[in-house]
Structures are given as C-alpha cells and as structure tokens.
C-alpha cells in the first residue's frame, strides 16, 4: 500500500450517524488519475466532517489496485455506512462503459460490485463531472438554480455534467462532442493548455469555440465550469463571449468527493 500525502489525519466520526432516516452523513471518495482522495460528510450541508485523506492512485491503476486503496479509506475513517464514489468514465448500473483516460480493462467492470464486494459497503459509483455537479448544485454555485443547468470540468480530459430543476441527467459525455473535426477535449481541456503552453487567452479562444457550441446544442439557463482552472476563473472567463451566465464551481478540491456522498445519501432516501 502506497504512503499517505500529507493532508493525511486521522479521521473521526464521533457525533455522525449514516442511518437510513436521518442520513446525515456518508463517505465519499474522489478517483482521480493522480489521487484518490475520501472524506465523510455532512450531507445535510455538504461540509467535510473528517480531514481529507489522499492516497496517490497506483501506477497500474487497475479495478483491484484501486479497490485495496478504497478498503484502506473506508479502514481508517472506520467508516460502514453508505458510500459514493466518483469514476472518470460512463458508469451504468454500476458498469464502466468507457475509459477515455483511464487504465481500458476498467470497461465492462461492473464497478459497484467489486468495490461493494472489496469493502462489504453499500457503495454507489458516478462519472466524476456528474458528482461535481451534484456538489455545486446542491451547495455550491448553483444552488437552488431552475432550469437547465450545464457543469464542465476541464482537466485532463472535459467533463459534464446536466441538470434539469436540480435533477441530474448522468453520463452526458459533451467533453467528446466533435469540435473543429477533432474530439473537444483534445483541443480544449485544461491537459492541452499545459502540454502546448499556451496563455489564459490563447486557450480561451478554444473554449469559447467549444462552449458556444454545447450552448447552441443545449441553450442552458446556466454554466459552471470547473477543474483545477476554476481557481484562475478570472484569468480567462471574461474573455468568453456567450450568451448564458457563467459561474466557476465552488466547492474545488472537494467536489467531487461531496458529490459523491450526496448520491449515496439521496440513493438511501429513495
Ligand atoms: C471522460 C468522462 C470524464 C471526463 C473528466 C472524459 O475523458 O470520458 O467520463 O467525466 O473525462 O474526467
């Protein structure tokens, strides 16, 4: 097992209960290519009821590397309730059903069951923009928001994620739309800006000619754009020309891992 970072603490759970009528807490669990990051939390306000713990993903970051690193989160919170986690894939029923950024033998595994077998938990697993978006609309930039809300995420692929009135229409996938003959995210992810080394300006020419595309596709009521660029916001969504608000994510590093709590606990509200 890899070594904790160094936002490692130990975690305590006094005063919390994951009981299925009052659900105010449950675990979630962040999978990223670089970390995979987990917390409880507080579903009733969407804080951090624990210190977030980090464990850097494994080199081969297959099903079973990833669920020994998801038994040791769960182990040392000491945590047995509900849990969610977040995937960069489209998760249905539970199945990776691709793997546009991740290890390919993750496709057809039927995710929920290995980490719910691994760990003995009542797990449910999202795409990882669907999870930040359920963050930020449940308690973040567009909280109480009516309409059509679209969250992208621009990192090392683009995520999105889609809400109708608050409800989530998973697995939208529009980081993958064709953009100029090429796959969006290819040209407009955060990835690409680092890798070619261009300014703020340079690559907001490029999202504003993928955003306007997904905002004549989709006519939004509202943007949030996300990933780690959301911190640099005002560097370059002001120089993006559209007629639909747009509002940077809120909740940063932790969305993703609120957002995944917040689907375990309004699973068990069902
Ligand atoms: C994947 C999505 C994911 C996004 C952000 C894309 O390449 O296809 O499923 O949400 O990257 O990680």
């Known amino acids: 097992m890899t070594a904790p970072a160094s936002d490692d603490q130990p975690a305590t759970?006094?005063?919390?209960?994951?009981?299925p009528t009052t659900l105010e807490a449950a675990f979630g669990i962040d999978i990223g290519g670089s970390g995979i990051k987990g917390a409880i939390v507080d579903t009733r306000t969407g804080e951090l009821k624990t210190?977030?713990?980090r464990i850097p993903t494994p080199q081969e970051s297959s099903p079973e590397n990833v669920a020994e690193i998801v038994v040791e989160l769960l182990h040392r919170a000491g945590w047995t309730g509900p849990v969610g986690a977040t995937f960069p894939a489209v998760i249905k029923n539970g199945v990776a059903r691709s793997a546009a950024n991740v290890d390919p033998s993750w496709i057809g595994t039927d995710v929920d069951a290995v980490f719910s077998k691994a760990t003995g938990a009542d797990f449910i697993v999202l795409n990882d923009a669907d999870a930040a978006g359920l963050a930020e609309v449940r308690f973040g930039a567009a909280k109480d928001v009516a309409?059509?809300?679209?969250?992208?995420t621009f990192g090392t692929g683009i995520g999105s994620a889609l809400f109708l009135d608050g409800d989530l229409v998973p697995n939208t996938e529009l980081g993958h739309l064709e953009?100029?003959?090429?796959?969006?995210?290819s040209r407009a992810a955060a990835s690409v800006k680092d890798k070619q080394k261009l300014t703020y300006k340079q690559w907001a020419k490029r999202v504003q000619a993928?955003?306007?595309h997904v905002e004549a596709l989709f006519s939004p009521d509202l943007f949030l754009v996300g990933g780690g660029v959301s911190k640099d916001a005002d560097r370059w969504v002001p120089l993006l020309d559209l007629k639909t608000p747009i509002r940077p994510a809120q909740l940063l590093n932790n969305a993703g891992i609120v957002g995944a709590a917040m689907a375990a606990a309004e699973r068990r509200g069902e």
Do not use: C, F, K
């Open 51 to 53: 210190p977030r713990v």
């Open 210 to 212: 993928y955003m306007s």
């Open 147 to 152: 309409g059509v809300v679209i969250m992208l």
């Open 179 to 185: 953009l100029q003959g090429h796959d969006a995210e």
């Open 13 to 19: 759970t006094e005063g919390l209960t994951a009981s």
